[in-house]
């Protein structure tokens, strides 16, 4: 379903940590990540980055949110909402806003929080092994389970970025991504008939603007929510979801600290069960939406000045 497809390739964009590697002296291999994502031209982007789902009271948050507005300023809201698809509309309201990576060598783990769930993720690349746990931020549910690395770049990454696909790039165009020197790559969908028409969303992006360090391990790149096979760390990737680019998404580092990383940082307290996604992929999966789509299943998307 393409709904699904866009569902996943928002997730958090440090749902993943995947992979082996051995990282050079001069990269990046202790310290605290900061990654932001956004909708840019999503009027519902604009509206829930203003929400802070730690807080608690999401209702209420978002009621007060919709008050403040102006009649002229629901109305704008509307009309720029109704020109969505379904998939971009529930795909904004999933969204994780900012995420912290915790990284010590072959170590990681990422926590982010979206309106409807809390998320935290662990993975061991030297053993190639991890741990997941997904929590409702207004509920008691929650789902725990360990993974290995082939699972979990199946389940998460599921849009795949290939030379096999897209006509790849380099330029010469460089950036300060987080105070990292980066460069950027460009991925066009070879066949734009394969692409999204207008308003419209599938499983492969039209296009990518890809910024890579070498800076940071490329080990980082299974963080993030679409998977690219580039040599280099990423340090931002652009996603244009529909031909006109009018439908995207962007990931990057925010900061980046290079300090010690204990081992309460990288640590994942779990209460209750901790399945194995081999053996209980199905529970997991349905576990897995009913948090992440919370009170929002069956439901249209909120609109201000809805009743």
């Not at 802070?52 to 209702?59: A, E």
Request: proline residues 6%; aromatic residues 6%.
């Amino acid at each position: 379903m393409r709904t699904r497809s866009l569902q996943a390739a928002l997730l958090p964009a440090t749902v993943v940590l995947a992979t082996s590697f051995t990282p050079a002296a001069e990269n990046f291999t202790q310290g605290v990540i900061t990654t932001r994502v956004s909708l840019p031209g999503n009027p519902y982007d604009k509206m829930l980055s203003q929400i802070d789902p730690t807080k608690g009271d999401l209702k209420g948050q978002m009621e007060r949110l919709a008050a403040s507005l102006t009649p002229a300023e629901q109305q704008q809201f509307q009309t720029e909402a109704a020109k969505l698809s379904p998939a971009m509309s529930l795909g904004a309201l999933m969204l994780p806003r900012k995420g912290t990576l915790y990284c010590r060598g072959a170590q990681a783990r990422a926590t982010t929080d979206a309106l409807t769930y809390h998320l935290e993720n662990f993975f061991d690349s030297a053993k190639n092994t991890g741990l997941l746990l997904l929590k409702a931020q207004d509920k008691p549910d929650q789902v725990a389970y360990t993974y290995n690395a082939a699972s979990v770049k199946r389940t998460w990454q599921s849009i795949v970025v290939t030379e096999v696909d897209y006509t790849v790039k380099p330029t010469t165009e460089t950036a300060l991504v987080a105070g990292l020197p980066s460069q950027k790559t460009t991925y066009t969908l070879k066949s734009q008939a394969a692409a999204t028409e207008p308003g419209a969303t599938d499983q492969k992006p039209a296009a990518l603007d890809v910024w890579t360090s070498a800076q940071v391990p490329a080990a980082l790149n299974f963080a993030h929510p679409v998977y690219v096979k580039e040599k280099l760390g990423i340090t931002k990737l652009v996603v244009y979801f529909d031909k006109e680019r009018k439908q995207r998404m962007v990931y990057e580092f925010a900061s980046v600290q290079r300090k010690p990383v204990t081992d309460q940082d990288l640590n994942i307290k779990t209460t209750g069960p901790v399945l194995d996604y081999a053996k209980d992929e199905m529970q997991i999966a349905g576990k897995s939406l009913g948090i992440m789509l919370g009170g929002m299943g069956g439901k249209s998307s909120p609109s201000p000045g809805d009743e």
